[in-house]
């Protein structure tokens, strides 16, 4: 048996191959392990045998964490690691939850066939959105995402056939394997498994072919091309594999919250996916899950801050004019970590770390 | 053909208000090639500054009027001199993200402060300037929206073509290390641009503000409406951001008159999707040319 290692004090790396590995430490591989045990059987167990905490709302937010990770793992593929900005995203996952939805109650799919349709169909949207990339570059291309965000959200409340505007959609029960999903618990479990699926894969596209030649695009374009890398094409894949996620996180969102209206999937949301993404960490697979946890805690401190105000019979009048402060202390947290830690709090995490590990002697 | 005349006339009047609105943009853009997604909410600060010192302060119009314009312009230097400045030369992928974070801090703030309500400034304007032609009358905001327009374009134009400060400004713009080279204060350009970009920003907030009514909504919508206007004209060109300000005006008031109200929000929109694919430097815009 090979030696396990935990606490290098270098890079030992031999070959690429090495390189390549996911995990830097068995340190890495043994948390993750813990983390998947944390996940899947500490907290349900927790759930079920504590009832204090057994409430809908304690799992609303896991919930609501375990989707936001989702979208924004495939938001960093397309911004960290292809270096394209979207500012399409929350209507890219608008696309994604009708798709479910419309799918459920019109051709009445089941669930686990709906949700990845789902994500199919808004990776063509997101490929449709995306061809302007063949020409254009960052700035160009962010405002044509923009505009794409601006068109998707005007026929999601336009086109009422199909999508009954601001009526919304009811969405039936899901069902998986004849077991209904109707509690929180099981929500949580399908999102959570999806998540971890989902993130495997994104960290395994980003180690492919497919994920270097991303990255190659991100440093340097020209240079990419000249290496043979056919940057539309590329560049398309990107924007694809990218709104899947957002798709998939959208469907699983409208079977979560069962009746879905156009309203959620604006501009703000698709600020909220950016901001996960830069205070995560740009290129790095497991930040974007740090900042999906981060913003979305923020989110519920700031309510249950507002809230206790509220309570507070002399400070509801505060708390009233406070709950706008939400975008102030958003737009705050994005500039106040590019302006100090651009890579995120992957980078806090990871000098952290090798604190620990070089301690006494670390800078 | 009155209602025809009615929508040209309107579309004209609004074309201006975005030509101005885009102005600002454009000057920064210029300078330090920066995509300000703050824009709106720097209209907005401008307008509320405005509304305070008018309605609550009590001030006379042109006193408020001349502070308004002060603020702002302080309120640019302090921007760019905190946020901007520690950026220079860090990807531009940070740099568009920051002005986006700076857009949601500046709206949450003024949420906070004056709410999602719809203000009105009292009416100042005197009522000469109203006209009447061929039987259709033009309110009065809309003759100052063309005249101050027209102005404050002027003035642009001769400030880039002959002052000193104009021309450091393009020739930041066009190359900045030839510019530092030939003994261009960089710094204080970008300083200067934002402070000039933030008062022409209130000052068309102010404009705004007088044929709308003043809301944090409304205003920093216009601030994303600037996007298709500059596309369209390119984005470094001001007499490019008049023309397409102008035409995504009119476009605007014909689709809502004779189409769909509600298809005239997006239109803007799908033209700058057309443009960015068929032209994506724009009429006006200088096309970038990349050596390896």
Redesign the interface.
């Known amino acids: 048996m090979r030696h396990l290692i935990f606490h290098p004090c270098g890079n030992f790396n031999e070959s690429y191959e090495q390189e390549l590995n996911i995990f830097e430490t068995d340190f890495g591989r043994v948390s993750l392990w813990v983390g998947l045990f944390f996940v899947f059987i500490i907290i349900p167990l927790l759930f079920k045998t504590i009832s204090a905490i057994n409430s809908p709302y304690f799992f609303y937010v896991l919930n609501m964490t375990g989707i936001a990770a989702i979208a924004v793992v495939g938001l960093n593929l397309l911004m960290g690691f292809t270096g394209q900005i979207s500012l399409g995203h929350g209507a890219f996952f608008g696309v994604g939850a009708y798709s479910a939805a419309i799918l459920a109650t019109k051709v009445n799919f089941p669930f686990w066939i709906s949700i990845p349709a789902a994500g199919v169909l808004t990776a063509f949207v997101g490929m449709i959105f995306g061809i302007p990339s063949g020409r254009l570059k960052h700035l160009y291309l962010t405002i044509a995402t923009l505009a794409g965000q601006f068109i998707i959200e005007y026929v999601l409340i336009h086109w009422e056939s199909l999508t009954q505007g601001t009526m919304g959609i009811i969405l039936p029960t899901a069902t998986i394997f004849g077991l209904k999903l109707d509690s929180d618990m099981s929500f949580y479990l399908v999102i959570y498994f999806c998540l971890a699926v989902l993130t495997w894969m994104a960290v395994n596209i980003v180690r492919t072919r497919y994920g270097r030649a991303f990255i190659a695009i991100r440093d340097n374009d020209r240079a990419a091309e000249g290496m043979g890398i056919p940057l539309f094409a590329y560049k398309l894949l990107s924007f694809s594999i990218s709104s899947f996620y957002a798709g998939i996180a959208g469907g699983l969102w409208a079977y979560y919250m069962i009746s879905i209206t156009p309203e959620p999937f604006n501009l703000f949301l698709s600020i909220e996916y950016i901001a996960m993404v830069i205070i995560g960490g740009l290129g790095n697979v497991a930040g974007s899950i740090y900042g999906a946890v981060f913003i979305t805690l923020l989110i519920e401190a700031l309510r249950w801050g507002t809230e206790t105000m509220m309570n507070i019979g002399s400070l509801s009048g505060i708390a009233i004019t406070i709950a706008p402060l939400r975008e102030f202390f958003f737009g705050l947290a994005i500039v106040l970590f590019i302006l100090f830690e651009p890579k995120g709090l992957a980078e806090v995490w990871r000098i952290v770390r090798s604190n620990f590990r070089l301690w006494p002697f670390s800078y | 053909m009155e209602f025809f005349f009615q929508l040209l006339i309107t579309g004209i009047a609004i074309g201006f208000l975005y030509a101005l609105s885009a102005l600002g943009f454009v000057m920064i853009f210029k300078s330090s090639s920066v ?1 300000n997604f703050a824009h709106g909410e720097l209209l907005a600060i401008g307008a509320f500054i405005f509304l305070v010192l008018v309605s609550w302060a009590q001030l006379p119009i042109p006193i408020a009027f001349l502070v308004t314009l002060i603020g702002t312009f302080a309120l640019g230097f302090v921007i760019e001199r905190l ?1 901007l400045r ?2 220079i030369g ?1 990807a ?3 740099v ?3 002005t ?10 003024m ?2 402060i004056w ?2 309500n719809l203000y009105t400034y009292p009416e100042f304007l005197p009522k000469g300037l109203s006209f009447t032609i061929g039987g259709i009358t033009i309110p009065p905001v809309y003759t100052a929206a063309i005249i101050i327009g027209l102005i404050f374009l002027v003035l642009f134009g001769l400030f880039f073509k002959y002052s000193s400060q104009g021309i450091y400004m393009r020739s930041v713009a066009d190359n900045q290390p030839a510019a530092l080279s030939l003994g261009v204060h960089v710094r204080r350009v970008f300083a200067l641009s934002w402070a000039i970009a933030a008062l022409v920003a209130g000052m068309s907030g102010i404009v705004l503000g007088i044929i709308n009514g003043i809301s944090v909504h409304e205003l920093s919508a216009i601030g ?1 409406k600037v ?2 206007v500059v ?1 369209l004209g390119g984005l470094d060109s001001i007499g490019g951001a008049i023309i397409g300000g102008i035409i995504i005006g009119l476009v605007e008031t014909f689709v809502s008159g004779y189409i769909s109200p ?2 005239a ?2 239109i803007s ?2 033209i ?2 057309f443009i ?2 068929v032209k ?1 430097y724009g009429l006006f815009g200088l096309a970038e040319i ?1 050596r ?1």
């Open positions: 995509l946020f520690p950026l860090e531009l992928i940070e568009i993200m920051l986006v974070g700076l857009a949601a801090m500046f709206k949450g703030l949420l906070f709410g999602g994303l996007f298709p596309i509600s298809i929000d997006i929109y799908i700058l999707v960015l694919m994506p990349e390896v």
